[in-house]
């Protein structure tokens, strides 16, 4: 029989105020454990000492609550073992323009006007990250970003 042992617990995350990421998380557990089956019947101590689980929390190799963290956004420098499919260095600075037609982003994330940035980053290896005057930061479309001369 498979069971599941259900560990309840909290998740700290961290989020960076400049570039408005999450950048890590971790889940801390309590010592409050149920276990139950495939039909999500909670055992009692009795019936979980008849399948023998009574000792398992402290007989059994620790099982981490490793989390998976989020991408890393902001990249400081692209590193040259990466293929940098973009031709923008971080902390150039570019003019990026709203995208015409169908965009991959929702719409509430959708560029709607002109603006001066600097390249901060590559996300995903598909987008290039800008910080605007005001220090919002925008995942673009590398349609919409283009170099300035100087």
């Known amino acids: 029989m498979i069971v599941k042992k259900i560990t309840t617990g909290?998740?700290?995350?961290?989020?960076?105020?400049?570039?408005?990421?999450?950048?890590?998380?971790?889940?801390?557990?309590?010592?409050?454990?149920?276990?139950?089956?495939?039909?999500?019947?909670?055992?009692?101590?009795?019936?979980?000492?008849?399948?023998?689980?009574?000792?398992?929390?402290?007989?059994?190799?620790?099982?981490?609550?490793?989390?998976?963290?989020?991408?890393?956004?902001?990249?400081?420098?692209?590193?040259?073992?990466?293929?940098?499919?973009?031709?923008?260095?971080v902390g150039e600075q570019v003019l990026v323009t709203p995208l015409e037609g169908p965009s991959s982003f929702l719409d509430y994330e959708r560029i709607t006007h002109e603006f001066m940035g600097k390249v901060i980053g590559i996300h995903a290896n598909k987008y290039v990250m800008v910080k605007d005057q005001d220090g919002d930061v925008f995942d673009c479309e590398p349609v919409q970003v283009h170099h300035v001369r100087e």
Do not use: C, R
């Open 10 to 89: 909290f998740v700290v995350q961290e989020y960076n105020t400049e570039t408005k990421q999450f950048t890590s998380q971790e889940f801390v557990a309590s010592d409050d454990v149920t276990w139950e089956d495939e039909t999500e019947h909670v055992f009692n101590a009795k019936e979980k000492d008849s399948l023998g689980l009574g000792n398992v929390d402290t007989t059994e190799p620790y099982l981490n609550f490793e989390m998976t963290q989020p991408p890393i956004w902001e990249t400081p420098k692209i590193s040259p073992l990466v293929a940098n499919p973009f031709s923008f260095k």
